[in-house]
């Protein structure tokens, strides 16, 4: 690239090395940009053979219901509340919302929301003891909303709002350890595919080992496969996936035979769910899938492997598109639908502000 500078009295001609420039295609909004990775501190193994690009495989006839499972978490209000000593202690009022849809992967019948529920919470610290909060409307028709305390430890102003995102996290689990088929993790189980396979938005979680429970990962962040062994995510293609991997959740790669301070072992695997146009990020519409793994093993279940291999079929079915989803394909169609429900049944944020303004104008919060 050849560019020509003109100032007073002279000229000055500079070549410039080439440059590419490529597109995070995600919103500028959306917190989740994966423009960099970050290295995997631990370590990192190979427990499916050769180090190439997966095909994908037809859904099987034995898997007859595919649950996607969500929660969406909301802070409404940051409160300080004042016990008779005239000790001040942080607190919020809060909510979320949970549940899932229930598809037929075959397609024989439609779609349906699943346990779509909402909740309100009066997180609160300090040792104050609480009743239910109940915002009384002065209008009957638009009904009551009760808050229940939630107490958290410690005196962060952000501590209300962790509380409530976990106890979403929480309730999240606990739906998609409920919904999913049991799933043989030993070598002596017999090998069975599951009926019944939940896709939960994020990493899967202590408490749904042994269950059908696929977490999927939206964006990239962490670089888990290092850089010789990067490039097959950027020719993998439309419902490829790469060779499963294991590692240990926490792993610092210090000590020896599986890293330091791990707390448990997960497989995980990558999935491209829509080709990236020449002027995108190369990982954009890649995938990363994870589920429960045996300890300290180096086999593969037979069910997870299952699974694996028509993950890629299954997401690119339920992948969405530009035009109708700023994080497409990855927020997957399903999930966009849910998301929407989950906000109804959460209520609208600024006339909920206004209810919560209104209630604390004409009584003091009581301890």
Same mark, same amino acid.
């Given at each position: 690239m050849l560019l020509t500078y003109y100032v007073p009295d002279r000229l000055f001609r500079a070549t410039l090395a080439f440059m590419r420039i490529r597109l995070d295609p995600w919103p500028v909004d959306t917190h989740s940009a994966q423009l960099t990775l970050t290295p995997f501190k631990g370590n990192v193994f190979d427990v499916e053979g050769e180090w190439r690009a997966v095909a994908p495989r037809p859904l099987p006839h034995?898997?007859?219901?595919?649950? +996607? +499972?969500?929660?969406?978490?909301r802070m409404e209000a940051r409160l300080l509340l004042e016990d008779d000593r005239q000790e001040l202690s942080v607190a919020g009022f809060g909510a979320y919302a949970v549940g899932a849809v229930d598809l037929c992967p075959h397609g024989t019948r439609q779609a349906r929301f699943h346990g779509v529920e909402a909740r309100r919470l009066l997180a609160h610290s300090g040792d104050l003891r609480l009743s239910a909060e109940e915002l009384i409307p002065k209008n009957p028709q638009t009904g009551h909303l009760i808050y229940d305390p939630l107490h958290f430890r410690g005196t962060d102003v952000l501590g209300a709002q962790a509380a409530i995102q976990k106890a979403m996290l929480d309730a999240e689990r606990a739906l998609a350890a409920a919904l999913a088929s049991a799933l043989p993790l030993d070598e002596e189980d017999p090998d069975m595919s599951p009926d019944t396979l939940v896709l939960q938005d994020g990493p899967v979680r202590v408490g749904e080992q042994g269950r059908a429970v696929l977490g999927y990962i939206k964006s990239l962040h962490t670089d888990y496969l290092g850089a010789d062994r990067n490039p097959l995510l950027r020719d993998l293609k439309c419902g490829e996936r790469t060779p499963i991997l294991r590692f240990t959740v926490g792993d610092t790669g210090e000590g020896s035979g599986g890293g330091s301070g791990g707390r448990e072992q997960r497989f #995980?695997?990558? @999935? /491209?769910?829509?080709?990236?146009?020449?002027?995108? &990020?190369?990982?954009?519409g890649v995938m990363r899938l994870e589920m429960h793994a045996p300890e300290d093993v *180096?086999?593969?279940?037979?069910?997870?492997? *299952?699974?694996? *291999?028509?993950?890629?079929?299954?997401?690119?079915?339920?992948?969405? +598109?530009? &035009?109708?989803?700023?994080?497409?394909?990855?927020?997957? @169609?399903?999930?966009?639908?849910?998301?929407?429900?989950?906000?109804? /049944?959460?209520?609208?944020?600024?006339? @909920? #502000?206004r209810r919560i303004r209104a209630h604390l104008a004409g009584q003091r919060v009581r301890a």
């Open positions: 034995s898997l007859r219901r595919v649950l +996607v +499972v969500d929660g969406k978490p #995980t695997w990558f @999935v /491209r769910l829509a080709s990236a146009e020449f002027y995108q &990020h190369p990982l954009a *180096d086999f593969v279940p037979r069910a997870v492997r *299952d699974i694996a *291999d028509l993950s890629g079929t299954l997401l690119c079915r339920l992948g969405s +598109v530009p &035009h109708k989803d700023g994080r497409a394909p990855q927020n997957l @169609v399903p999930t966009a639908a849910l998301e929407q429900e989950m906000g109804r /049944r959460l209520g609208n944020a600024e006339l @909920v #502000t």
